[in-house]
């Protein structure tokens, strides 16, 4: 017979799931994960969840493909880093014997909180890192000095040089944020080694996510397309 009373209990234990459910979960999802480092494969990309600073608050990620992810996070208003969602790319060439590298996106974000939409372009292993900010929001700012403004990769930026301690970093800042876009990868990193500042480095992985500092509440962080053709 049934329990009438185990029923009514186990109703409620799903309506509250259903409520704690972080908004943003797709519960349907081809992938879905919650742990820090939670990675998934699909058509030749690689998406991460990324939870890699201290302080950091829950995340969750869900993805249908490499080009339609998703991630919500909900970390304390307190500065550093806490995280950078992503998907990315092995190229694995050297830069001279690259013919075009060029990537397209398209992003929904919210209007609080602190963080970038950026490309994490790695050269050389770990030696290099380009990074690519399409928008931010907040209390956020590149590594380095601003050494000049330039119009490359179908953008114009203004440029930052300097280390993190581990590596190099070339933060390139767009003059103004864009939620949409295409970029010519390849032409930002020959104007670079065109500065001096490497040489013909080999060209590791092209990386695009959210570089989260803040998002306290809870918020939704959408990649609606993305992709990377490289000859």
Same mark, same amino acid.
């Given at each position: 017979m049934r329990n009438p009373l185990r029923s009514l209990v186990c109703g409620i234990a799903a309506v509250l799931v259903v409520t704690l459910a972080p908004a943003g979960t797709a519960q349907a999802a081809?992938?879905? @994960? @919650? #742990?820090?480092? =939670?990675?998934?494969?699909?058509? =030749? !990309? $690689? %998406? *991460?969840?990324? %939870?890699?600073g201290s302080g950091y608050g829950p995340q969750s990620i869900w993805a249908d493909s490499y080009s339609s992810w998703g991630v919500w996070a909900n970390h304390p208003n307190t500065g550093g880093v806490k995280s950078y969602p992503h998907v990315g790319r092995t190229i694995g060439r050297r830069?001279?014997? %690259? *013919?075009?590298?060029?990537?397209?996106?398209?992003?929904s974000r919210p209007n609080a909180g602190s963080y970038a939409t950026a490309y994490d372009i790695w050269a050389n292993g770990h030696d290099y890192?380009?990074?690519?900010?399409?928008?931010?929001?907040?209390? %956020?700012?590149? $590594? =380095?000095? *601003?050494?000049?403004?330039?119009?490359v990769g179908g953008h114009t930026w203004d440029v930052y040089r300097g280390s993190n301690g581990s590596n190099a970093v070339f933060s390139f800042v767009r003059t103004s944020n864009t939620n949409s876009g295409s970029v010519d990868v390849?032409? /930002?990193?020959?104007?670079?080694?065109?500065?001096?500042? !490497?040489? #013909? /480095?080999? $060209?590791?992985d092209v990386q695009f996510g959210f570089e989260i500092t803040s998002s306290a509440g809870g918020m939704n962080f959408l990649t609606n397309s993305y992709s990377v053709s490289s000859s």
């Open positions: 081809a992938w879905s @994960s @919650s #742990d820090r480092w =939670g990675t998934w494969s699909n058509g =030749g !990309y $690689i %998406v *991460r969840n990324n %939870v890699w830069l001279s014997t %690259v *013919r075009s590298l060029t990537s397209n996106f398209t992003v890192e380009i990074m690519l900010w399409m928008n931010k929001q907040g209390a %956020v700012g590149p $590594i =380095g000095s *601003r050494q000049t403004t330039a119009t390849l032409a /930002v990193m020959n104007w670079i080694r065109n500065r001096g500042w !490497y040489g #013909d /480095v080999t $060209i590791n």
